[in-house]
């Protein structure tokens, strides 16, 4: 069985390896290539990859990071047969790219997953600091008590942002993208996917729902695929404005929370 992966370009075009072979997709084409007419493949250690023919023709494409080119040239090697047919490009077929079908919408699931445990660490420390308010100064422990909603909900927003956007730059550096299908909805409408990496093991990603079939990039560095993401645009300017709309909550919070101290 052939590994699947799968290579977004800067441009969006997609390099995709399956069982049924090689597809170099772009906004105009879909060309497919079989294994068996694939004499090698080779990357520069940059983002680009050469796959090379067994006539001599040689298809370039962008792996979008070298981490993602490496790994596809490894595993599209492993993945050749032992024999080459050398016919080369004569049995390589390009067709017009088919619009994709609306996808249906799956039924709901309710499975639920817990909100991370640093949340909750940091609502605790804060109900310690509102005690400690109320034993020393008395009465004036409801500034910090009402401060509660905004200071919380201005973190939540605050560490959604800032795990975005280490997971993008994460994905920028080393991101290799596989095809996923969809596990489960939350009734809360997100979506989670489940995906093989390139050592086969199954891992699962969160995120909006993009239909029964999508694609994740994950960082192979990162223990048990927790920096992954359903591969899409406008991640990074999504986890800007959870960042940006955290600030006014959390300024406004923090102030109210320190009025005890700063009136008499």
Not at 2 to 30: C, F, K, N, P, Y
Not at 48 to 66: F, K, M, Q, Y
Not at 101 to 112: A, D, F, L, M, V
Not at 136 to 156: D, E, H, M, R, S
């Amino acid at each position: 069985m052939v590994s699947s992966q799968i290579l977004i370009g800067g441009d969006g075009a997609e390099t995709v390896l399956d069982d049924s072979g090689l597809r170099l997709v772009d906004r105009r084409s879909r060309t497919e290539i079989p294994l068996a007419v694939v004499q090698a493949a080779r990357t520069d250690g940059g983002r680009r990859v050469e796959i090379v023919l067994s006539d001599g023709a040689v298809h370039r494409v962008d792996a979008g990071n070298p981490t993602a080119a490496t790994t596809f040239v490894s595993t599209l090697t492993a993945a050749l047969p032992e024999e080459r047919d050398p016919a080369g490009s004569a049995r390589v077929t390009v067709t017009p790219l088919a619009l994709p079908e609306e996808p249906e919408e799956p039924e709901r699931h309710p499975k639920y997953r817990p909100r991370p445990v640093i949340l909750i660490a940091l609502l605790a420390v804060y109900v310690a600091y509102v005690i400690w308010v109320g034993v020393t100064l008395g009465t004036k422990v409801v500034a910090p008590l009402a401060a509660t909603v905004p200071i919380a909900f201005g973190a939540g927003l605050l560490i959604v942002g800032a795990q975005r956007t280490l997971i993008h730059f994460a994905l920028k550096r080393r991101g290799v993208t596989v095809p996923a299908t969809l596990d489960f909805r939350t009734t809360d409408g997100a979506a989670w996917y489940k995906f093989t990496d390139v050592d086969g093991v199954e891992l699962s990603t969160r995120g909006k729902y993009s239909g029964p079939v999508a694609r994740v990039s994950y960082d192979p560095e990162a223990p048990h695929g927790l920096t992954a993401e359903i591969s899409g645009p406008n991640h990074q300017l999504r986890a800007g404005a959870w960042i940006l709309g955290s600030l006014p909550p959390l300024a406004g919070g923090i102030a109210l929370a320190l009025t005890p101290f700063l009136i008499d």
